[in-house]
């Protein structure tokens, strides 16, 4: 099976690479960019249309308000790239919003980050494949008419390409997002040239519409509250931008520079095409309404609800290129593609960030491991699953689940910024250096100002959004943050618990004399292997075990024994209810009361089979035994596994388990060097 | 919560026995014959109404041949009995049939009996929980108008009390059982008292309907081929006679004495009712249709889709004591109580039978042990899922669960009657006392004369029910025949695989030497006692082993260790991925390359805690590494649990599960004395 798919994927992503060549793959910035911009770019497919969406709530002549938003949107994108630049070069180790408040505020600003990150993870799988579906809908109708399905549709696939661990790679993200951004400007140009050169008229589809107005001569404060409103919704366009602060590793040197420039650079391609779609959609007189079937009037009459409002990016496309063109199907389906790689950033990002948390003990330990597949496959179908029950209660409708979207990345921009400050505070504490004291007040001041400014647009957000469904997403980092505190609170306890204590002589520790015991219940290969092994460890008394359950066999077994003079004195137990694991704890109760300074070693045989259904026909009672055994004082349990030939097949895909590439490699960059960085960092955090 | 619901339980079914006292608990006859009987007995509730519905397809005029159609259905019973009468004395181990057939006809047959008494085990629930929703809704008509769910609600109700293993007792089954017996037995009384002496003319409530014949005038073959058919319905009175076989051991002593009379006692109780409830039916003139929505005429006009058609038995009662008063809601309580009862029934028998079969390999052999909780459980809920997905299917229609019924029945008696057959064959062969060779003839005229009357019946069934459902039944009882093939064959494979070589001196067996390894993590109290046992066992070489997936955590470990002074040489595996799992299996395997006749011992630190979701925060890394190197040769894996505070709940939760009783005990007997007996009888097989 692997021979069969690694061709396509070979040809889709290039030669697979061995783990111990990841350290070679660092990310040149033409690279670089898409592969951290996929997020933010694709946020302009959505952004311009929510703006306009909310608007329309005040009736069309509300829309000359959305050059105003824009520059809002732009202001806000500047000083949110700006404050980034600044965690970019304070943090080369990558720590993201997550470490930076953690580090500066303290854990509970770290778990509240933690827990918004993670939320919004689920949201950006949710927004961009229900956004990515409605742009591949305006090109293939067939796609927007079955959209839940669709979307969902969507989520499996990435699941499975993200379960069985297909490598990114820089191409795989470069080519569509190039694409798209250059088919926007080229549309924005062209639309340009056709208007203000040519003097055309451009015409979106529903240039001719007319929106009822569902509150008629707005003003005061309700304006105000709606350009407010229709501001929060614009901010989607933000989402993502952070994604570069936590992959400065994966750069090329000088990293912290390229990184900071990449993220510059990501900034102005964002606001240009965020400005343009929004230039573009007002010159072609596209319409779009929150309740379209109601709202949006053709010819004197409401379109009704079969009518498919398209997003804004695809009208415009269509006023410029001519609906059905060429170049109108290539930006459509690149929109739709680059949705969906950044749905695939949260893929790589949720399982990251996980392996962080756990590393902090808010999540089960054995996810920090990296690479390892099993912790990588409970977050990403974690993910998955959250991601498409959202998607199915809101049906796929990006513009409600964007109501829900911006909460958490507002509140992880505000408290990694507040948290910026601090840590410029502290540093300036200590620096005597003029020079970098000035660099490091500047870099405080542009902190304080993103700080204040992201805090603001949070209030905003919430204030205007939370009965909209921003409730929702505060539920959810609730109970995030609720579950990861108890299981830091279990580990704390057990480690109180188990910790060693300082004086020497734990009686506990050191029993005197350490009695084995083998168990048999025939004489075959496992069992002489055991034996065999018991043997050679020399314990102070050895002896073989077996429980009578049929009196025949153990008769036979005795026989046995005696006939190929095994030199282990063999004990049997009786067991008139044919009970195997009772038997056998209380003859080891037995010993420890008697000797209650000895340690009883249990050796059991196993066979080693290849197959589930194969497991469940052997070594139950063993299983059991164990089971029982280990909550015995006093006991250590050894295992004598019996590699049966149906075996092989199990080893041949447990390897293959191990082989398996973890998603998200390519932005994270190599582990030694983050390592190298991270310790660093945190050295100089201790300064 | 144990506590709790002690109390009900111990005021309906008296105080549990402790498991050592269960060899007291023999059973007198007064107590057996409910204890076997209320599975044949309680079909008398079913078993005539089958044989008019099926007459009544040619009419209302075939209801005349009913009486012959008793007749032959009692001579059947007889036949059946005498046999089983035979088996009773000859295997007083309470061999059952699945034993006869498999000591005297070859594992083929026995394994075919078993799968057809494992069919047999699922219909019983299937038909005597339909059938017993049917008489309860006589009484309670919302019972009957939600049939299936009330149907599936009891086979829940069923299953979970025998998951809990709520301990059976004779009395819980004697009393429902003889207020059953002697309702009927009153009941037939009145009937005829009132008919015979006092001249009243009873009516059934469908006395005055009439019957639209779908074949009129039915003669030759078709009449013969439809009281054939009448017949076979009818022989459903004979399902569960075979119990008391099984259950020999359960009886006080002369054991094979009291079985024998019970059988005839409760031979004689089943026909009398059964020929006393259809004599009643053609007094009372009940009618009853296959179709009773078509073709059931009230007044001219069919009943329609909402006429609910009654059991005979309590159209009967209706008649007799009239509906609705104080005896008729009794009988019909009664009725529905020893119906569930032979439903639970089953619960015992499935579960024992798979421990035979897990016995003889062809099922897993944790099966084997009793009272094996787990085992018991597994079996249990088989049973209980494949009841319920035949009420759904069949929708609790008792009528046409029973086309499926009877066919495992027979296919059981046939093969264990040929078995007997050739029992005693082989007995004469070497018997040379003439009072017990004449014994033996006879006993064997009585078991060939059975084998070819049930033979005949099994032919019958077939060929008249095959269509109607039959069929079913076959493909179930194929299904299990080859499952359990597949499994033994399993077991011989591997039997052959690990068989031990006679000659001594396998090198596998015998490493020369032991290389101890410890794995750390971090230095508390669980590490420090891995440490000290495994100085204790005296290994080769003995050396601590961590992975370092963090360079300031293993430096710290480094560290500890040295402030520590503990004298075992640690020895850290570099892991640039922060993988665990394969840098110790290089190591392992790389030792086993050194030196390929050394042993490695891996001993691993174990938390064990109380609570399965604080499983999932432990021990994975651990987990998944046993798993890994139970496939790597020549390693012998060591738990050496840590038993923090919270496992005390997992170990009373353990200790609970191991005290628990396994159902069916009261109908087994104890296993003393069943091993015992059973030894004697393989013998005796052996001669």
Request: net charge positive.
């Given at each position: 099976m692997s021979k069969l798919t690694d061709v396509p994927k070979r040809i889709l992503i290039g030669r697979a690479l061995r783990s111990d060549r990841l350290g070679e793959t660092l990310l040149p910035k033409r690279i670089a960019l898409p592969v951290f911009a996929s997020d933010p770019l694709s946020s302009v497919a959505y952004a311009p249309g929510e703006v306009l969406l909310v608007l329309s709530i005040a009736g069309v002549s509300a829309y000359h308000f959305s050059p105003w938003i824009a520059v809002a949107v732009v202001v806000l994108m500047f000083t949110v790239v700006a404050s980034y630049r600044q965690n970019v070069h304070a943090y080369p180790s990558g720590g993201g919003d997550y470490e930076v408040a953690n580090t500066n505020l303290g854990p509970r600003a770290g778990l509240t980050v933690a827990s918004a990150l993670l939320v919004d993870y689920v949201l950006t799988v949710a927004v961009s494949i229900s956004s990515g579906v409605e742009n591949l809908g305006s090109a293939i109708p067939f796609v927007v008419e079955h959209k839940v399905f669709s979307a969902i549709a969507v989520i499996v696939l990435l699941t499975v390409m993200n379960l069985r661990g297909v490598r990114e790679s820089g191409k795989l993200f470069a080519i569509p997002t190039y694409v798209f951004v250059a088919g926007v400007f080229i549309m924005i140009a062209w639309g340009a040239f056709q208007t203000l050169v040519l003097g055309d008229t451009m015409k979106a589809p529903t240039a001719d519409f007319e929106i009822k107005p569902e509150h008629q001569g707005l003003a005061g404060f309700a304006l105000v509250f709606l350009l407010l409103r229709a501001f929060s919704s614009g901010c989607a366009a933000l989402t993502g931008v952070e994604a570069i602060s936590n992959g400065v590793p994966a750069f090329r040197k000088p990293k912290s520079r390229n990184a900071a420039t990449t993220l510059a650079l990501m900034g102005g391609l964002a606001v240009t095409m965020f400005c343009g779609i929004i230039a573009l959609a007002m010159a072609s007189g596209v319409k779009m309404a929150e309740q379209p079937a109601t709202d949006l009037i053709r010819d004197g009459q409401a379109v009704g609800a079969d009518y498919v409002q398209n997003p804004v990016i695809s009208q415009v496309a269509a006023a410029v290129f001519g609906q059905g063109t060429f170049f109108f199907v290539v930006l459509a389906a690149a929109t739709a593609l680059v949705l969906f790689l950044a749905a695939n950033t949260a893929y790589n990002g949720f399982p990251l960030l996980g392996s962080i948390l756990a590393q902090d003990r808010y999540l089960p330990r054995q996810l920090h491991t990296r690479g390892d597949r099993l912790a990588f496959s409970n977050g990403i179908v974690l993910l998955a699953g959250a991601a498409m029950l959202l998607v199915g209660i809101y049906e796929a409708d990006s513009t409600k689940l964007i109501q829900l979207y911006i909460v958490g990345v507002f509140v992880s921009f505000t408290l990694s910024q507040t948290g910026m400050v601090r840590h410029w505070n502290r540093h300036l504490r200590t620096e005597r250096d003029p020079a970098v004291r000035r660099r490091m007040v500047r870099s405080r001041a542009i902190n304080a100002f993103g700080a204040t400014f992201t805090g603001l647009v949070l209030v905003v957000v919430l204030a205007t959004k939370f009965t909209h469904g921003a409730w929702v997403a505060l539920l959810g980092m609730v109970m995030f943050y609720g579950v990861m505190s108890a299981i830091r609170k279990h580990y704390d306890r057990v480690a109180a618990e188990i910790s060693a204590p300082d004086?020497?002589?734990?009686e506990t520790a050191r029993p005197s004399r350490v009695h084995s015991i083998v168990l048999v219940s025939k004489v075959h290969r496992p069992t002489l292997r055991a034996v065999g092994y018991a043997k050679l460890m020399r314990s102070d008394k050895l002896e073989a075990l077996s429980v009578n359950v049929d009196p025949a066999e153990t008769k036979a077994l005795r026989a046995e024994w005696e006939r190929r003079g095994i030199n282990v004195p063999l004990k049997i137990l009786d067991s008139p209810y044919r009970e195997i694991t009772r038997p056998v704890i209380e003859y080891v109760k037995s010993i420890r009361r008697e000797n209650p300074r000895d340690a009883v070693s249990v050796i059991i045989p196993e066979y080693v089979v290849g197959h589930w259904y194969e497991h469940l026909l052997h070594n139950q009672s063993a299983l059991r035994l164990k089971g029982r055994l280990l909550f015995t004082p006093g006991v250590m349990v050894t295992s004598v596994p019996y590699q049966l030939q149906s075996s092989e097949a199990a080893k041949r895909r447990a390897k293959k388990r191990s082989e398996w590439n973890a998603p998200g490699a390519v932005r994270r960059g190599p582990v030694d060097q983050r390592h190298h960085h991270k310790e660093r960092a945190q050295q100089g955090a201790k300064d």
């Amino acid at each position: 099976m692997s021979k069969l798919t690694d061709v396509p994927k070979r040809i889709l992503i290039g030669r697979a690479l061995r783990s111990d060549r990841l350290g070679e793959t660092l990310l040149p910035k033409r690279i670089a960019l898409p592969v951290f911009a996929s997020d933010p770019l694709s946020s302009v497919a959505y952004a311009p249309g929510e703006v306009l969406l909310v608007l329309s709530i005040a009736g069309v002549s509300a829309y000359h308000f959305s050059p105003w938003i824009a520059v809002a949107v732009v202001v806000l994108m500047f000083t949110v790239v700006a404050s980034y630049r600044q965690n970019v070069h304070a943090y080369p180790s990558g720590g993201g919003d997550y470490e930076v408040a953690n580090t500066n505020l303290g854990p509970r600003a770290g778990l509240t980050v933690a827990s918004a990150l993670l939320v919004d993870y689920v949201l950006t799988v949710a927004v961009s494949i229900s956004s990515g579906v409605e742009n591949l809908g305006s090109a293939i109708p067939f796609v927007v008419e079955h959209k839940v399905f669709s979307a969902i549709a969507v989520i499996v696939l990435l699941t499975v390409m993200n379960l069985r661990g297909v490598r990114e790679s820089g191409k795989l993200f470069a080519i569509p997002t190039y694409v798209f951004v250059a088919g926007v400007f080229i549309m924005i140009a062209w639309g340009a040239f056709q208007t203000l050169v040519l003097g055309d008229t451009m015409k979106a589809p529903t240039a001719d519409f007319e929106i009822k107005p569902e509150h008629q001569g707005l003003a005061g404060f309700a304006l105000v509250f709606l350009l407010l409103r229709a501001f929060s919704s614009g901010c989607a366009a933000l989402t993502g931008v952070e994604a570069i602060s936590n992959g400065v590793p994966a750069f090329r040197k000088p990293k912290s520079r390229n990184a900071a420039t990449t993220l510059a650079l990501m900034g102005g391609l964002a606001v240009t095409m965020f400005c343009g779609i929004i230039a573009l959609a007002m010159a072609s007189g596209v319409k779009m309404a929150e309740q379209p079937a109601t709202d949006l009037i053709r010819d004197g009459q409401a379109v009704g609800a079969d009518y498919v409002q398209n997003p804004v990016i695809s009208q415009v496309a269509a006023a410029v290129f001519g609906q059905g063109t060429f170049f109108f199907v290539v930006l459509a389906a690149a929109t739709a593609l680059v949705l969906f790689l950044a749905a695939n950033t949260a893929y790589n990002g949720f399982p990251l960030l996980g392996s962080i948390l756990a590393q902090d003990r808010y999540l089960p330990r054995q996810l920090h491991t990296r690479g390892d597949r099993l912790a990588f496959s409970n977050g990403i179908v974690l993910l998955a699953g959250a991601a498409m029950l959202l998607v199915g209660i809101y049906e796929a409708d990006s513009t409600k689940l964007i109501q829900l979207y911006i909460v958490g990345v507002f509140v992880s921009f505000t408290l990694s910024q507040t948290g910026m400050v601090r840590h410029w505070n502290r540093h300036l504490r200590t620096e005597r250096d003029p020079a970098v004291r000035r660099r490091m007040v500047r870099s405080r001041a542009i902190n304080a100002f993103g700080a204040t400014f992201t805090g603001l647009v949070l209030v905003v957000v919430l204030a205007t959004k939370f009965t909209h469904g921003a409730w929702v997403a505060l539920l959810g980092m609730v109970m995030f943050y609720g579950v990861m505190s108890a299981i830091r609170k279990h580990y704390d306890r057990v480690a109180a618990e188990i910790s060693a204590p300082d004086e020497p002589g734990d009686e506990t520790a050191r029993p005197s004399r350490v009695h084995s015991i083998v168990l048999v219940s025939k004489v075959h290969r496992p069992t002489l292997r055991a034996v065999g092994y018991a043997k050679l460890m020399r314990s102070d008394k050895l002896e073989a075990l077996s429980v009578n359950v049929d009196p025949a066999e153990t008769k036979a077994l005795r026989a046995e024994w005696e006939r190929r003079g095994i030199n282990v004195p063999l004990k049997i137990l009786d067991s008139p209810y044919r009970e195997i694991t009772r038997p056998v704890i209380e003859y080891v109760k037995s010993i420890r009361r008697e000797n209650p300074r000895d340690a009883v070693s249990v050796i059991i045989p196993e066979y080693v089979v290849g197959h589930w259904y194969e497991h469940l026909l052997h070594n139950q009672s063993a299983l059991r035994l164990k089971g029982r055994l280990l909550f015995t004082p006093g006991v250590m349990v050894t295992s004598v596994p019996y590699q049966l030939q149906s075996s092989e097949a199990a080893k041949r895909r447990a390897k293959k388990r191990s082989e398996w590439n973890a998603p998200g490699a390519v932005r994270r960059g190599p582990v030694d060097q983050r390592h190298h960085h991270k310790e660093r960092a945190q050295q100089g955090a201790k300064d």
